[in-house]
């Protein structure tokens, strides 16, 4: 019988590790930034960053910042004073992130994003791409939504489930949720101090849900309820979670000692989820047929190249999902997200026939296959 790896063990055996910030943390009663516990966390940060992980960071705190700068106008709306307040606030802590991250010697760059920028396929594709740019660069998103354009009906809600699309988007190992409190309790400690801690979650079932209360924050928006839900997305994508403390300083470093935490187990490899999140999510906008040779690449885990589509059925854009189907008897192989719209891709059919090399129509992480096996 295996023992279920802690939070310890998960963040030492990560590759990509997305770290959450709540503005609590950053932020005091006064409105004022904790830049020396800043400064250990992206301390901690360079530290995994040595040891070769990839590491992303969501930071809440724009609003939190800016309260004081913006007052309350007259005649404003409470909307307009927190959109006003974001866009102040922001630039405090784009630049407090910069300043922390250049002294622990690590490049950083600010990344604001929309839900559409995460649950549209193309400018999902847009933003991956540019974290795995940044990635490669060895520098460090510092990400949080755009509350300047954000409405109620149109938003995340809270940076928990922000940094959960996050990690499901670049494939992260491993989500870091820091907070006010050391992990998921049985109840509420601040009311029940004898409440038993719950160090490991294998599933989150109703039970779970039903022990997660709300945030007591006076600067978050999200609780343990957020967290949860976090966590379902996450897990759900092929990353596990970690729920940990971040009020000591260095947190990540205290949680690599082994620190009481909370951890939930990955749902499935990282490339089974993003593939079972493709077919529950997207309508197939036009169809690809493709040669015996392409149908035969695919099913032994290649990308599928321009050389191998004899026709496209209908028009597209670059990160529509598409059908593909095999020449022979047209029946269905897969489904997936087009590298490239669809006059880019007839173009690339024509060079490749030419024998020029071309880029994926659709790479082999953005593809499901009806039957592998079976498309021979």
């Not at 494939?171 to 601040?190: E, F, I, K, M, T």
Request: hydrophobic share 50%.
């Amino acid at each position: 019988m295996t023992t279920a790896p802690d939070a310890a063990a998960l963040l030492d055996a990560a590759a990509s590790i997305v770290i959450k910030v709540g503005s609590a943390l950053l932020v005091d009663d006064a409105h004022t930034l904790r830049r020396d516990w800043l400064g250990t966390l992206c301390a901690d940060i360079a530290r995994l960053q040595v040891r070769g992980a990839r590491v992303t960071v969501v930071s809440s705190g724009a609003v939190a910042l800016g309260a004081q700068d913006v007052g309350q106008p007259r005649g404003a709306s409470a909307l307009a004073i927190k959109q006003a307040a974001a866009a102040a606030g922001q630039v405090a802590l784009a630049q407090a992130w910069r300043s922390a991250l250049s002294d622990a010697g690590c490049g950083s760059a600010q990344v604001l994003l929309t839900p559409q920028d995460t649950e549209h396929r193309r400018r999902h594709l847009n933003a991956r791409a540019t974290l795995d740019a940044l990635a490669a660069a060895r520098i460090v998103p510092v990400i949080n939504e755009n509350d300047t354009v954000a409405t109620e009906e149109l938003r995340y809600g809270d940076n928990d489930r922000l940094a959960a699309r996050v990690a499901q988007m670049i494939g992260a190992d491993l989500l870091v949720l820091l907070s006010d409190v050391d992990g998921l309790y049985a109840a509420d400690p601040a009311t029940h101090p004898d409440a038993a801690h719950i160090a490991h979650v294998t599933d989150i079932d109703d039970a779970i849900d039903a022990i997660a209360g709300e945030s007591s924050s006076a600067h978050g928006t999200g609780g343990m309820r957020s967290k949860i839900a976090a966590a379902r997305l996450a897990t759900g994508a092929g990353a596990a979670v970690v729920i940990a403390s971040g009020r000591e300083p260095a947190p990540i470093g205290v949680l690599a000692k082994g620190a009481r935490a909370t951890s939930f187990d990955a749902a499935t490899t990282v490339p089974d989820a993003r593939r079972r999140w493709i077919r529950a999510s997207l309508r197939q906008a036009a169809a690809v047929i493709v040669d015996a040779g392409a149908a035969s690449a695919l099913a032994q885990g290649a990308s599928l190249l321009p050389v191998g589509v004899v026709d496209i059925e209908g028009d597209f854009e670059r990160g529509d999902c598409i059908a593909i189907r095999g020449q022979s008897n047209n029946a269905e192989l897969g489904i997936g997200l087009a590298g490239l719209d669809s006059v880019a891709a007839r173009d690339a059919m024509a060079a490749a026939k030419d024998g020029a090399r071309t880029v994926p129509l659709v790479h082999r992480d953005d593809l499901v296959l009806e039957n592998p096996k079976t498309h021979e």
